[in-house]
């Protein structure tokens, strides 16, 4: 009969030694419906996070916008100096605090972009935000750009991934009634060039990063690089 404590390979022993309450990761609240509804999903929304975190390598300070229940941050923390994550629901920070293994580079904050620029005590060198522009409304699209672009240094980069508006046919009910602001690559691209001097778009195909025909793309990357200082 096999012991409990041991595994029948050697080299996972260390698994179980190192167990522990505190280290055990668990799905948040979006991520475990995705898991339990469907799961490909997952494989998308972890290759948005390390396409961010090798554009991202080896920045000092980042900030995350709207990070939910913040299942692919690790990612981009692990190339990075220090994380900030914000997200305007309270949940979702408290969620996240409690849920995930301690990493001393992530720190998490509940904060409305709309409502201002992010609270720190100075700028950061790059912010990214997967799955939320589409969530803001039209009228509020350049407050939103315009507090972020003055949370960055002079030469701050942004990273904005967002569903492209050819891909909304196929959505489910629940994203549609969320996604209030699905943009055309163009339309996406001359949005981000009033707040920041050099913009370059990405196309993106469940896990495939591209730079193709961004109409026939279902998701969209604006590479956002130094803030204007008089947005047009």
Sequence with gaps: MQDPNNTKEPQYQFLLDNESPEKRATFGYMSSQVYRDDPKRLTFLLSRYKFVSKLLSGK?????????????????????????????????????????????????????????????????????????????????????????????????????GMPSLESQIYASLPSKEGHVNCKSGDDFKTTMERHFQNVFLFSMNDEVVHTGFSKMAHYLFALCITPSSDPR
């Design 60 to 160: 000092a300070r980042v900030a995350e916008i709207g990070c939910a229940d913040a299942f692919g941050t690790p990612i981009v923390a692990k190339e990075v100096g220090q994380l900030d994550a914000y997200d305007f629901d309270p949940l979702f920070i408290a969620d996240a605090k409690k849920r995930l293994p301690k990493r001393p580079n992530i720190h998490f904050a509940t904060h409305d972009l709309i409502a201002g620029p992010l609270p720190a005590a100075k700028p950061y060198d790059a912010a990214f935000a997967c799955d939320v522009f589409e969530h803001i409304p039209p009228e509020r699209e350049d407050a939103f750009l315009e507090n972020i672009a003055s949370s960055l240094t002079d030469q701050g980069v942004l990273i904005l």
